[in-house]
């Protein structure tokens, strides 16, 4: 519920306690979606279709540059299809799962054939879709030891959030070991980094670090 809540611990004044600032930092920075094939299309009849009716090109190149075409063209193709076909698989499961009560509320008052059969149509329809939640959060939160008929999103949806604001950067030292908190300086900063790790103004000549290492082969 608290995405971009942040944890500082403060000094310890006139107490063994640390004293917690919690801050709320409303901000975020837009990212744009990449693609990400779902597991689930496969189980699909015509997902195999549209891969195969978009693997096809009406050209002649290169290998990569066939290739590089045949991938965008098919993720193009897929998220249409995707779309058409499943819809928002989330608000569908929720006005589904209104439309289930009103049919169970119908039912109860009129347990006719007519409404029994709506009810289940309606029922399996519903299931579907949470089967397809489920295999979404399955994949995306990457925890192989998940056991099938266990439909705990909500902690899916929190191990997904909680790793990826684990992985969120906030601030870094730099080299003069001053912390920077602005993203453009922390790009800056991490390119300048990594240059001076990957390159070297003089070639070493003297390797006397080899002499530590103990001989195991001799002469002979």
């Known amino acids: 519920m608290f995405a971009r809540l942040e944890i ?7 107490s063994d306690h640390c004293p917690m600032m ?22 699909h009849t015509s997902s195999k279709d549209v891969v195969a009716e978009n693997w096809t090109v009406d050209f002649h190149a290169n290998p990569f540059t066939l290739f590089n075409h045949k991938l965008k063209k098919v993720k193009k193709a897929l998220s249409i299809w995707s779309k058409d076909t499943n819809g928002n698989i989330f608000q569908n499961i929720a006005s589904l799962e209104k439309v289930v009560l009103v049919y169970e509320a119908q039912f ?37 030891w998940f056991t099938d008929g ?26 003069a070991g ?22 070297k103004d003089k070639v070493p000549e003297v390797f006397g670090i080899l002499d530590h290492v103990p001989h195991m082969v001799n002469n002979e």
């Open 8 to 14: 500082t611990h403060l000094s310890k004044i006139g």
């Open 22 to 43: 919690l801050s709320v930092n409303a901000s975020t920075v837009p990212i744009k979606k990449t693609f990400k094939f779902l597991n689930f299309w496969t189980k």
């Open 108 to 144: 109860e008052l009129n347990p006719s054939f007519q409404n029994r059969e709506r009810l289940m149509k309606v029922q399996a329809n519903f299931i579907k879709y949470l089967a397809l939640e489920e295999e979404f959060w399955k994949q995306k939160s990457r925890m192989s």
């Open 150 to 175: 266990d439909r705990n999103t909500k902690f899916f949806h929190a191990q997904v959030n909680g790793r990826r604001k684990r992985l969120e950067l906030k601030r870094i030292q730099n080299s």
């Open 178 to 199: 001053n912390w920077i908190e602005d993203t453009t300086v922390m790009a800056d900063e991490a390119v300048k980094f990594f240059n001076a790790q990957f390159h």
